[in-house]
């Protein structure tokens, strides 16, 4: 059985908005981040390293497949979901801009996307249809992966496939650099209001 460990990025200056096809490189703050994490994974025994095609996400994985010594490929599905017009806004600024719509999103999530942006639906099926050739490519070769991307891909492989809720999976990937150890063998567990 073959672990995939799925990575949060390190910090951005777009930390505290929503950043999802935003492409901003790592701050000051975040390249420390990458140092420490390095470290933290030197334990591991990695074989390749994949990674979003976004700069945070591919700058945090190239640090790492080169501290490995490892391959890294880039795969668009592994991006962070499309905020449309809320991309670089802060909560404080969507309110201000649209409350009545603000109040509708948060009410009805996941399912209302944010304005001219990806449907939770059509972004969980990408992460989902992903994860399943990350994991057949784990299972094919025996390997161990590191997989780089951003918060929401982790929260959808731990509420979708380890069956946390969203409160758990929100505590889980709050920290940039945050880790999600997934055994490639795991498949779909039922989570309440989700729909595939």
């Known amino acids: 059985m073959s672990e995939i460990l799925f990575i949060r990025h390190a910090e951005t200056d777009m930390a505290g908005t929503f950043c999802g096809r935003s492409d901003p490189e790592l701050n000051v703050r975040g390249q420390l981040q990458l140092v420490e994490l390095i470290n933290d994974l030197s334990a591991e025994n990695l074989d ?32 962070e979901i499309d905020f449309g017009q809320w991309e670089g806004l802060s909560w404080k600024e969507i309110e201000l801009r649209d409350e009545t719509y603000a109040r ?8 209302l996307p944010a304005p001219g942006g ?6 969980e099926r990408r992460v989902l249809d992903e994860v399943k050739f990350l994991s057949m490519e784990a299972e094919t070769e025996g390997r161990r992966i590191a997989v780089v991307t951003h918060a929401g891909v982790l929260r959808t492989v731990l509420c979708v496939l380890h069956g946390c809720s969203d409160d758990e999976a929100w505590e889980q990937t709050r920290p940039y650099c ?18 595939l």
């Open 48 to 79: 390749v390293v994949y990674s979003s095609d976004l700069r945070r996400a591919h700058t945090t994985a190239r640090g790492i497949a080169q501290a490995f010594d490892r391959d890294c490929h880039v795969r668009s599905p592994l991006r």
């Open 104 to 111: 509708r999103w948060i009410a009805e999530y996941p399912r």
């Open 118 to 123: 990806e449907s939770f639906s059509e972004f």
């Open 178 to 195: 945050s880790i999600v150890r997934h055994s490639s063998a795991i498949s779909y567990v039922p989570h309440v209001g989700v729909t």
